[in-house]
């Protein structure tokens, strides 16, 4: 079932996107009266689904059989139909390339300008809707707590993150990715007291890429329960218990706890905790609590068999933004144009072989993965809006047979005044679908390693 939702969010988010964008330069072709030969939803190799065509319009609308993307066909357009025996004859007056340069990049542009307006809208309506929430970074006073790579690179459990490269972090969950995206060579942390500059080596960057636990929550540890087969089902332990220190060794947080205990292995270990006295929650001062050792035992595999108590509403503050319908629209487009710039640099990563970010590249089954197991409207509106941002900034890039390629031939022709022959745009959109191609190979190639491993 899980599959199946997450198989139907893909094409449903996929096919609004696609509409969108197609629709984009559908507007601004009737707009400028050049012929839409076809306007299709999937595609339709062979055979389609529905097809239609209004009475005295020119246009065929259709649902294809092949559920990826889809096209619009605009008469005397050199696209992915390559369509030369329409190229080879006389232009006429209601095709593309016998309008002006002007009027043909705004055609070009449209389905890119559609994108960014739609997740604008989108955005807006989240915030309108649902507001935001998320947990500052400053407001996560426990710090963090590190896996492996983080420890070898210079990280400390309980760090409290200040900066990368001096810009300091809003949002506690975009740690890792604003180190990634801004690919920073040091980090300001808090530690014990003092203020210390990690130096991030830019070898781990790969590492890094692929690490996404480097940072998590530093939370404490705080008893929920104890299973009756555990070792320490006897130990004294009770729910609410809060672990401050193990033997000798201050372990403040649950990561150091776990850490200690791996250490010590079939071993009986002094646990130091706090316990708020019965009935006295509402009568004494916050700072009264018993301490108290108690005796815990690890078993050969370095676990005491204790259930985690608490969540990070327990722990943190979480800040909450509510919108009113007119305050979300600008939200909602500063939001877009933010995701916008962060994604130009997830793409300068992919294009820097060093940091082996093009490992990364996915195709519809690496999409698939980002979406919930279950239907949330909140969360497929959220990744549908990111998905549209990555629709408009890959098509915009000059890449010959997408629309960026496009656009750049038809500046230079409004710069020169001299337009690239049919010839040189023919071979220039073959050179294009063949990176295009090169592009999903890696793209399935990188996927199916993932489900490999």
């Not at 649902?63 to 006389?90: H, R, T, V």
């Not at 994108?115 to 989108?122: E, G, P, Q, R, S």
């Not at 002094?270 to 916050?286: H, N, Q, S, Y």
Request: aromatic share 14%; charged share 20%.
């Amino acid at each position: 079932m899980e599959v199946f939702l997450k198989v139907i969010q893909v094409i449903l988010a996929l096919s609004i996107l696609v509409l969108v964008h197609e629709f984009g330069h559908f507007f601004f072709a009737r707009l400028f009266k050049i012929k839409v030969d076809k306007f299709y939803l999937f595609f339709d190799a062979g055979f389609a689904l529905f097809r239609w065509k209004p009475k005295n319009s020119d246009t065929e609308y259709g649902i294809g059989w092949l559920p990826f993307g889809g096209y619009c066909k605009i008469a005397g357009m050199i696209d992915e139909s390559m369509d030369e025996k329409q190229i080879k004859s006389e232009p006429q007056p209601w095709e593309f390339r016998s309008h002006p340069a002007w009027q043909r990049f705004f055609v070009l542009f449209g389905g890119v300008f559609f994108n960014f307006i739609l997740a604008i809208l989108v955005y807006s309506g989240i915030l309108f809707n649902w507001g935001e929430e998320y947990i500052k970074n400053k407001d996560v006073t426990t710090g963090i707590a590190v896996n492996e790579l983080a420890t070898e690179i210079g990280f400390r459990n309980g760090d409290i993150v200040l900066a990368f490269d001096d810009n300091p972090v809003e949002d506690f969950n975009a740690l890792r990715i604003d180190l990634i995206r801004n690919q920073a060579r040091t980090a300001t942390v808090l530690r014990d007291g003092d203020t210390v500059v990690v130096d991030i080596d830019e070898k781990y960057m790969p590492a890094i890429l692929n690490s996404e636990d480097l940072f998590t929550y530093g939370i404490p540890f705080i008893v929920d329960s104890i299973p009756e087969n555990s070792q320490n089902y006897a130990s004294g332990l009770t729910k609410g218990d809060k672990i401050l220190r193990m033997d000798s060794t201050e372990t403040p947080i649950f990561a150091e706890v776990k850490e200690y205990a791996s250490m010590h292995k079939g071993q009986t270990l002094i646990a130091t905790v706090v316990r708020e006295p019965d009935g006295t929650k509402d009568t004494l001062p916050a700072w009264y609590m018993d301490t108290l050792q108690i005796p815990v035992q690890v078993n050969e595999e370095g676990v005491m068999g204790i259930y985690l108590g608490g969540n990070l509403l327990d722990y943190y503050k979480v800040t909450k933004k509510e919108y009113s319908f007119f305050a979300s629209i600008p939200a909602g487009f500063k939001k877009a144009c933010n995701r916008i710039a962060s994604y130009w640099k997830e793409l300068k990563l992919i294009f820097t072989p060093k940091t082996q970010a093009y490992k990364s590249v996915g195709s519809f089954i690496a999409i698939g993965r980002i979406f919930p197991g279950t239907w949330n409207w909140a969360a497929f509106w959220e990744i549908t809006a990111f998905l549209s941002i990555m629709l408009a900034v890959l098509n915009i890039l000059p890449v010959p047979a997408l629309d960026g390629g496009h656009l750049l031939f038809t500046l230079y022709e409004m710069v020169t005044g001299r337009k690239p022959s049919d010839k040189f745009l023919i071979i220039m959109q073959y050179i294009g679908m063949i990176l295009i191609i090169g592009l999903m190979i890696l793209a399935f190639g990188n996927d199916i390693m993932r489900l490999l491993k």
